[in-house]
């Protein structure tokens, strides 16, 4: 990306602090217009495959709140929250199915065009939602957190949001992906492609995830086209020998392969 954002990224690199007021707030603006355009992000997959967090992008949404009022808005039912970053409107032109009910996607937030979302769900500043997703009800997209196109969203998942510290990673969720009801995903945790989470899947980025299929352990990220379920393996000690004790562990049972849907593989590795 050349021009616009090359100059943003100078701004809240090197000039937000000595900035005047005026300024400030035409370059937040400028940040919060290109972050729902999509041209720019919070987080972006280097050619390597890793994720690499934009510190500056998250300077400059920090100072959209630094720099707002506590006001009135304009919502069903009343709200107050920042001026700076209300809740988004959508048309027809933006592509997106906003079905009413409750719903909140706020100022500076990227949705792609095709990407459907059930109510009540609330999308955040600096996330990124891509093509066809499904976000489905109860859903919540945590600030800067990025998601892939044709991803599936099931109700009540959590997706954790970071804006401080500035350089650490948003939770990521990469194409294709199928994420079960009721999963949290917190912390920067990288789910990669086509992965699928099973319903009650909770991964930070301290939990060990055991893959049985190659014998191996994994924090912080799940393998692309892994398929993970909750599970459970014993406490230590004799006090939890004696009650029975086990902890909880998200264990990778088995991989998509190219012929079966992410229904289909599910169903099987719960079965």
């Not at 350089?167 to 990669?192: H, K, M, N, T, W």
């Not at 699928?196 to 055991?210: E, H, K, N, W």
Request: aromatic residues 6%.
């Amino acid at each position: 990306m050349t021009g616009p954002r090359t100059s943003l990224e100078d701004f809240f690199t090197h000039g937000l602090d000595s900035a005047p007021e005026h300024e400030t707030l035409e370059r937040v603006a400028q940040l919060l217009d290109a972050l729902e355009r999509g041209v720019v992000r919070a987080a972006s997959r280097t050619p390597e495959g890793t994720w690499r967090s934009h510190a500056w992008v998250k300077r400059g949404i920090l100072a959209a709140f630094r720099h707002s009022e506590t006001v009135e808005l304009d919502w069903p039912g009343g709200a107050v929250d920042r001026s700076l970053v209300p809740a988004r409107r959508f048309g027809l032109a933006d592509g997106v199915r906003l079905v009413p009910g409750g719903t909140s996607v706020r100022r500076g937030a990227h949705l792609a065009r095709g990407v459907v979302v059930m109510p009540p769900s609330y999308v955040n500043v600096g996330a990124s939602v891509g093509r066809g997703t499904m976000v489905d009800s109860h859903v919540l997209v945590g600030s800067c957190a990025q998601v892939g196109s044709d991803v599936h969203l099931s109700t009540a998942v959590q997706l954790g949001g970071v804006l401080e510290p500035v350089g650490a990673r948003p939770v990521v969720v990469e194409d294709g992906v199928f994420v079960g009801a009721q999963c949290g995903l917190y912390e920067g945790v990288v789910v990669r492609e086509r992965a699928v989470l099973a319903p009650g899947v909770v991964l930070t980025a301290g939990t060990t995830i055991y893959d049985l299929v190659h014998q191996t352990e994994l924090r912080g990220e799940v393998p692309e086209g892994a398929v993970v379920v909750p599970g459970s393996r014993p406490a230590r000690g004799d006090y939890a020998d004696v009650l029975g004790l086990s902890l909880y562990a998200p264990v990778v049972v088995k991989y998509r392969d190219g012929s079966t849907d992410a229904a289909t593989t599910l169903e099987g590795a719960l079965r």
